[in-house]
C-alpha cells in the first residue's frame, strides 16, 4: 500500500463518521477502506490506481458520468463569477433560467413554481411544510397527516425520515416526527378517512431502498385518481428515479401522472454538487400570497446555489447533445437480458427486479430460503466484486446495479462478467462454507 494511501486511511479511521456505518468495523485494524480519488466516465479509481465501474452511480447520484466535461466546464465558469449568491432578496441567471427550464417539462398551469434546496430529504421536507401551510391557508387545518407506503424510504432529516417505512432505520425516531400512516397497498389507503390526510408520498414506479422493489403497472395512476377524488395532494419522491433512471426523465411520465408536488435532488446536477428542487402547482403557490404571514417562511443558506444551478443547467444540455433518453432502450433491454443469462448460470439468485436502468439481484440460499442476516452475504459479495473491478452496495442480499446512464453496451458486458465472475468464484465457498451447490 501506498504511504499516502495508508495516511488517508489512519486520519479518516481516526476522524471521519461515515454514514450508515458501523464505526467499530469501519475503524477496525486491518480494514482497508478504499480511498477514491478520480473518476472518469462511469469508472473509479482508488488511491492504489485500481479501476473499478461505479455500479451504483456513487450512490444513485450520477447520470452522465464522472469528469464530463461539459458539466465541469459550466462549474468552472460559473465559479470565475461566483460561488455562491443569496438566494434571499437576490435572484440569479442561473436558478431563474433552471426554474423555468425545470417546468416546461410538464405542461403549461401544471407544475409551474420551483422551489430550491439542498437534498433529498430538504426537497421532503418542503413539500411536507407546504402542504401543512397550504391547508392551514385553505380552511381545511385539520387535514394535517401524511400517508406514507410501507418499507418506503424519503431521507433521514426528522420530518422526510417519518414518512421512511423501513423500521431499522426510522424505529428509534418515530415519535419524534410527523403525524404519518404508513399503508402497503392502494387498497389499505382506500380504506382510510381521507378527511384527515394532507398528502400522500411515494416513490413512484420503484421503491429505492426497500431492495428496489418496482410497484405493479397501473399503480400510480390509480393513486392518482384517488387523491384527486379523496382532494389529497399527491407527493412524489423523485430523488432517485428523476433524470432518466427509469427509462424516461421523470418516472412519473410512464403512467401519465402529474403530482402536486414533485421531489427532485441526487440527479440534478448530474450527480455533481448537492442540489434539490421541490416543485408545486399555481394552484398550491397561490395559497401563500395575500396576507404576510402567508409567505412560506423557510429555506437554507445555500438555497439555489449557482454552482449547482450551472452543473443542473449542463447536465439537461447534455441530456440532449448526448441524446441520453434515446439512447436508453437499448441499454435497458441489453442489461435485462444479460441479467436473465447471469440468473440462469446462479441458483443463488433468487430474484432479478429491474425497472428502466435500474436494477436489484436478490440472493438467497438455492432452496429459496434467506441467508441468514448475520451474514451479511450481499455485503461480502460486493466486496469480492471489488476484485473484478465493480463497485457497488447491496441493501440486504440485493446487490444494486445502477449504472450512470453514460454506460455502454460494451460496459453493462463488463459489469455482468465481474458479477459472473464474483459469483463462481472459489472465494464464494470462504463466504459460504456449505454452499457448494451455489456453482454449477
Ligand atoms: C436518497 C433518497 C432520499 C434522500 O436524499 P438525500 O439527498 O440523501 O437526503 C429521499 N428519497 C429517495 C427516494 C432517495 O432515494
Same mark, same amino acid.
Given at each position: 500500500?501506498?504511504?499516502?494511501?495508508?495516511?488517508?486511511? =489512519?486520519?479518516?479511521q481516526?476522524?471521519?463518521?461515515?454514514?450508515?456505518?458501523r464505526?467499530?468495523?469501519?475503524?477496525?485494524?486491518?480494514?482497508? $477502506?478504499?480511498?477514491?480519488? !478520480?473518476? =472518469?466516465?462511469?469508472?473509479?479509481?482508488?488511491?492504489?490506481?485500481?479501476?473499478?465501474?461505479?455500479?451504483?452511480?456513487?450512490?444513485?447520484? /450520477?447520470?452522465?458520468?464522472?469528469?464530463?466535461?461539459?458539466?465541469?466546464?459550466?462549474?468552472?465558469?460559473?465559479?470565475?463569477?461566483?460561488? !455562491?449568491?443569496?438566494?434571499?432578496?437576490f435572484? !440569479? #441567471?442561473?436558478?431563474?433560467?433552471?426554474?423555468?427550464?425545470l417546468?416546461?417539462?410538464?405542461p403549461?398551469?401544471?407544475?409551474? %413554481?420551483?422551489?430550491?434546496?439542498?437534498?433529498?430529504?430538504?426537497?421532503?421536507?418542503?413539500?411536507?411544510?407546504? &402542504?401543512?401551510?397550504?391547508r *392551514?391557508?385553505?380552511?381545511?387545518?385539520?387535514?394535517?397527516?401524511?400517508?406514507?407506503?410501507?418499507?418506503?424510504?424519503?431521507?433521514?432529516?426528522?420530518g422526510?425520515?417519518?414518512?421512511?417505512?423501513?423500521?431499522?432505520?426510522?424505529e428509534?425516531?418515530? /415519535?419524534?416526527?410527523?403525524?404519518?400512516?404508513?399503508?402497503?397497498?392502494?387498497?389499505?389507503? +382506500?380504506?382510510?378517512? $381521507?378527511?384527515?390526510?394532507?398528502?400522500?408520498?411515494?416513490? #413512484?414506479?420503484?421503491q429505492?431502498? /426497500?431492495?428496489?422493489?418496482?410497484?405493479?403497472s397501473?399503480?400510480l395512476?390509480?393513486? +392518482?385518481?384517488?387523491?384527486?377524488?379523496?382532494?389529497?395532494?399527491?407527493?412524489?419522491?423523485?430523488?432517485?428515479?428523476?433524470?432518466?433512471r427509469?427509462?424516461?426523465?421523470? &418516472?412519473?411520465?410512464?403512467?401519465?401522472?402529474?403530482?402536486?408536488?414533485?421531489? *427532485?435532488?441526487?440527479? *440534478?446536477?448530474?450527480?455533481?454538487?448537492?442540489?434539490a428542487?421541490?416543485?408545486?402547482?399555481? &394552484?398550491?403557490?397561490?395559497?401563500?400570497?395575500?396576507? #404576510?404571514?402567508?409567505?412560506?417562511?423557510?429555506?437554507?443558506?445555500?438555497? &439555489?446555489?449557482?454552482?449547482?444551478?450551472?452543473?443542473? *443547467?449542463?447536465?439537461?444540455?447534455?441530456?440532449?447533445?448526448?441524446?441520453?433518453?434515446?439512447?436508453? #432502450?437499448?441499454?435497458?433491454?441489453?442489461? %435485462?437480458?444479460?441479467?436473465?443469462v447471469?440468473?440462469?448460470?446462479?441458483?443463488?439468485?433468487?430474484?432479478?427486479?429491474?425497472?428502466?436502468?435500474?436494477?436489484?439481484?436478490?440472493?438467497?440460499?438455492?432452496?429459496?430460503e434467506?441467508?441468514?442476516a448475520?451474514?451479511?452475504?450481499?455485503?461480502?459479495?460486493?466486496?469480492?466484486?471489488?476484485?473484478?473491478?465493480?463497485?457497488?452496495?447491496?441493501?440486504l442480499?440485493?446487490?444494486?446495479?445502477?449504472?450512470?446512464?453514460?454506460?455502454?453496451?460494451?460496459?453493462?458486458?463488463?459489469?455482468?462478467?465481474?458479477? !459472473?465472475?464474483?459469483?463462481q468464484? $472459489?472465494?464464494?465457498d470462504?463466504?459460504?462454507?456449505?454452499?457448494?451447490?451455489?456453482?454449477?
Open positions: 500500500m501506498r504511504d499516502e494511501t495508508r495516511r488517508w486511511i =489512519q486520519s479518516d481516526a476522524h471521519c463518521w461515515h454514514p450508515f456505518t464505526q467499530d468495523e469501519w475503524c477496525a485494524a486491518g480494514h482497508e $477502506p478504499l480511498i477514491i480519488t !478520480h473518476g =472518469q466516465g462511469a469508472w473509479l479509481w482508488d488511491s492504489e490506481g485500481r479501476r473499478y465501474f461505479d455500479g451504483n452511480s456513487s450512490i444513485w447520484t /450520477n447520470i452522465h458520468g464522472h469528469a464530463h466535461p461539459v458539466i465541469s466546464a459550466a462549474i468552472s465558469r460559473q465559479l470565475q463569477k461566483t460561488a !455562491h449568491i443569496s438566494f434571499l432578496g435572484s !440569479h #441567471p442561473g436558478a431563474a433560467e433552471l426554474a423555468d427550464r417546468c416546461k417539462f410538464f403549461e398551469a401544471t407544475l409551474e %413554481r420551483v422551489f430550491f434546496s439542498d437534498n433529498g430529504s430538504t426537497a421532503i421536507e418542503c413539500a411536507l411544510k407546504m &402542504a401543512v401551510q397550504f *392551514l391557508q385553505t380552511g381545511a387545518p385539520q387535514r394535517n397527516e401524511f400517508v406514507a407506503f410501507a418499507d418506503g424510504y424519503h431521507g433521514d432529516t426528522l422526510a425520515a417519518s414518512l421512511g417505512g423501513v423500521g431499522r432505520f426510522f428509534r425516531f418515530k /415519535n419524534h416526527g410527523y403525524p404519518v400512516t404508513h399503508v402497503r397497498s392502494l387498497a389499505d389507503l +382506500r380504506a382510510l378517512d $381521507p378527511g384527515k390526510i394532507a398528502g400522500v408520498v411515494i416513490e #413512484p414506479l420503484i429505492g431502498v /426497500n431492495e428496489m422493489r418496482p410497484w405493479p397501473g399503480m395512476a390509480e393513486l +392518482r385518481q384517488w387523491c384527486d377524488e379523496s382532494r389529497v395532494h399527491l407527493i412524489l419522491d423523485e430523488v432517485m428515479t428523476g433524470f432518466g427509469t427509462g424516461t426523465l421523470f &418516472a412519473c411520465q410512464q403512467e401519465n401522472v402529474i403530482p402536486d408536488f414533485l421531489c *427532485l435532488a441526487k440527479g *440534478l446536477t448530474g450527480g455533481t454538487l448537492p442540489m428542487a421541490t416543485l408545486t402547482t399555481g &394552484a398550491i403557490y397561490q395559497a401563500f400570497l395575500g396576507a #404576510p404571514e402567508n409567505a412560506f417562511y423557510y429555506g437554507h443558506s445555500y438555497t &439555489a446555489n449557482p454552482l449547482g444551478c450551472a452543473a443542473a *443547467l449542463a447536465s439537461l444540455d447534455v441530456f440532449e447533445q448526448e441524446q441520453t433518453l434515446d439512447k436508453l #432502450p437499448a441499454k435497458i433491454i441489453h442489461l %435485462r437480458a444479460g441479467l436473465a447471469l440468473k440462469a448460470a446462479h441458483p443463488i439468485i433468487h430474484e432479478v427486479r429491474q425497472c428502466g436502468f435500474v436494477a436489484g439481484i436478490e440472493l438467497r440460499q438455492p432452496g429459496g434467506k441467508f441468514p448475520t451474514m451479511r452475504f450481499g455485503e461480502s459479495i460486493c466486496q469480492a466484486a471489488r476484485a473484478h473491478g465493480l463497485l457497488t452496495r447491496p441493501i442480499d440485493t446487490l444494486v446495479l445502477m449504472p450512470p446512464l453514460c454506460t455502454t453496451l460494451a460496459e453493462i458486458d463488463h459489469v455482468l462478467a465481474a458479477l !459472473h465472475a464474483t459469483l468464484s $472459489p472465494d464464494l470462504r463466504i459460504w462454507p456449505s454452499g457448494d451447490s451455489l456453482r454449477m
